[in-house]
């Protein structure tokens, strides 16, 4: 493979997650220190950076501040939700992207998203070979969700995972300091995969887990749900239920949406919590018990609490970084760099490269067989599953009691 | 003072915090090392416990596992919410109490909690003089909300301000991914006083802070509060805004309570969220700016995510029990263990007693002076006060990932 010197260019996508920026840290080291690499250059706000040709030179920031980049939560360099049409359809996209890339010369393009992201990657790494411009694309995986396809999982999952695991054993101690029944029911992100509601169930690594885990892999019946609950009050005088937003009832309606219903027979009492999910299950489970139902959503938290990270997700993370430059680096284009890991034996995070049209446009969820039979709470296989991705606490990066985040000066390219 | 020998009893109540049970291991470590205190109790929920004749012993716990009450949120030993009649009116409590404290020879009482658990420390501490039953009373204080007066600041005020304040530091790194507008309102607790709310300005220490925040100190108006969020939204694409639920209109009608209203004009629509101050003030940001607007309550989660809490703050609260042993020890009664700082320097925390009456039933709010004039955000002052609270973090006592919590016998006494 002959050596291809020019500039890189990185770019974040999608919602953010916890550890994106430990991604993005690995890439921009492994770049800056790789010879056929000229500059590291950033695109603000993803792929819209390129085409605003908002471009910065991540090779003249302060190496101390880029190390930051690891205890950072979100994405530090801007995220865009913007599809690319189809090249055929309309190319005014993709000429002003080639445009970008020759006035920089950008011979390498890191591309860290979800899997509309690799989508896009595959886009663009087509266009390029067909204007005959050589630029080596690479993906770097990145959601709180967990659903991408051909991975063992994702950078971002196992510090969502810990984050809701941890946090769901601390509401656990805390519905318990009364002797009088208390409910509370907790919201999740995952509006098709589950992955995330079901990490609420290692809080039983701590002690007492979940009462019952709901996970749109299952139909949610309301009357079954009522009776699951039942069972467990019967035995116990604290519940806390964990559901995933995105569960939903055989004619595949969202039980969120069933909030609305809901206000129109209650509103004139006022104080009723309406809406989203936990709200909606609060609201149906306080009229058919009668108590006092809390209902919490973890919102925005579970995805940017970086204080609360895995160690060993931020390490993958970086890794995964890393392994695309050094792909990259090496020949490699058209790829999205991968995790897997031993079939058997201690967890250890195999890096490889799978090709972005695998990726693009398909969705991994829980498998049924690590989910009960009653579809109510995970089984062994899922704890063996997540429990190796929540390991290890990152080294403490706060000053004056705060986080410290890095103090960029983004210079323009 | 002549030595008072006896058995002492420890307990939980009101609202659990994240450090509860730092003080709760403060006083049974003191106590296990305090030659006059032949046994160390300790009352499951409070005077519920006493009432109901459930005590435990502490002594026969194992130390490494009470070494473990350190790292844990909530009250482990129970709390409850009960409210003693005056004897004058109904001594049917107090003689069940004086019963069970001459049945286990409690010759020293210390009970932890908020302002109310302080007037019962004060109605029992005298029931027993009346009766004459030798029995030193200290009140421990915890609360996240911090209104306790007479004294300088309150243990697990702290850890829940240190959580708010990392939160929210990591929700606007969220908001801010986005090239478009993103306005997100965060509730937190605090009926009467607005220090939690106000804890989300230390967010600045790691960068942007909040751009408004509204206490329940200042009179709150909706058509003041649109124009302070239109000014600042002509100045800046990410609005975070942080309010405590206690917020009030002149006429003293909770801002919360507005959401019903919302409620009957918008039910039609679906999807709205309603009910809570953060889901009301959403609803009706969203109907002023026609932006999107997320609204998140932080719930049960400010008071128990032990996962951040501050070291200070953990340290102080251990130290607050131990101070309430010892003074018992040597002849206190009567009191409630209260901090204070040096007037000028560096910050530390001075433990000091005041007497019990003085600290019942009355609340501390936030000082006016520390708020700036316009109402919605926070002056240097209240940095200065505080920013010493929240530092430090804690030992690291995960096993697997997870939050390694005490596995107690509870064996009676």
Not at 108 to 118: A, C, E
Not at 141 to 163: E, Q, R
Not at 310 to 323: R, V
Not at 335 to 348: I, L, N
């Amino acid at each position: 493979m002959s050596e291809l010197r020019g500039a890189c260019l990185i770019g974040q996508s999608g919602g953010p997650t916890s550890v994106i920026n430990s991604s993005a840290y690995g890439m921009i080291k492994t770049a800056l220190e790789t010879r056929c690499i000229t500059r590291v250059l950033a695109a603000r706000h993803g792929i819209k950076g390129v085409l605003d040709d908002h471009i910065v030179d991540m090779g003249k920031e302060d190496p101390a501040e880029l190390e930051l980049f690891l205890n950072t939560p979100s994405s530090l360099i801007g995220s865009c939700r913007y599809k690319l049409k189809s090249a055929d359809e309309d190319d005014t996209d993709y000429r002003r992207i080639l445009e970008i890339f020759k006035k920089y010369d950008v011979r390498y393009f890191f591309y860290n998203g979800g899997n509309d992201s690799m989508d896009t990657c595959s886009k663009i790494s087509k266009y390029m070979q067909r204007s005959c411009w050589e630029c080596r694309v690479i993906g770097v995986p990145k959601t709180i969700d967990n659903d991408l396809v051909c991975t063992d999982h994702c950078p971002g999952f196992g510090s969502a995972a810990k984050y809701i695991a941890t946090s769901v054993a601390e509401v656990i101690k805390d519905a318990e300091v009364y002797d009088k029944e208390t409910i509370v029911v907790i919201e999740t992100m995952g509006r098709h995969a589950g992955w995330l509601a079901a990490a609420s169930s290692l809080a039983s690594v701590s002690g007492r887990g979940p009462a019952l885990v709901y996970l749109p892999e299952v139909t949610f019946d309301l009357e079954t749900f009522f009776r699951d609950v039942d069972a467990y009050r019967r035995e116990h005088l604290h519940t806390v239920i964990v559901a995933s937003e995105g569960i939903h009832d055989r004619d595949g309606r969202f039980i969120s949406e069933y909030g609305s219903d809901l206000a129109k027979t209650v509103d004139s009492f006022g104080h009723h919590q309406l809406g989203g999910l936990a709200a909606t299950l609060a609201q149906s489970l306080h009229d058919h018990t009668g108590a006092k139902v809390r209902g919490i959503e973890f919102s925005l938290l579970q995805r940017c609490a970086a204080h609360c990270a895995s160690k060993t997700d931020m390490e993958e993370a970086f890794l995964a970084g890393k392994a695309a430059v050094e792909a990259a680096a090496a020949g490699a284009t058209d790829k999205m760099v991968a995790f897997a890991r031993p079939e058997s034996g201690e967890y250890r995070c195999i890096m490889r490269l799978i090709d972005l049209t695998d990726v693009a446009n398909a969705e991994k969820t829980v498998p049924r067989e690590w989910i009960n039979e009653a579809g109510n709470g995970m089984l062994q296989p899922y704890f063996d599953y997540a429990l190796p991705l929540i390991q290890g606490t990152p080294e403490d990066k706060t000053e004056n009691g705060m986080p410290r985040y890095p103090k960029l000066r983004w210079i323009p390219a």
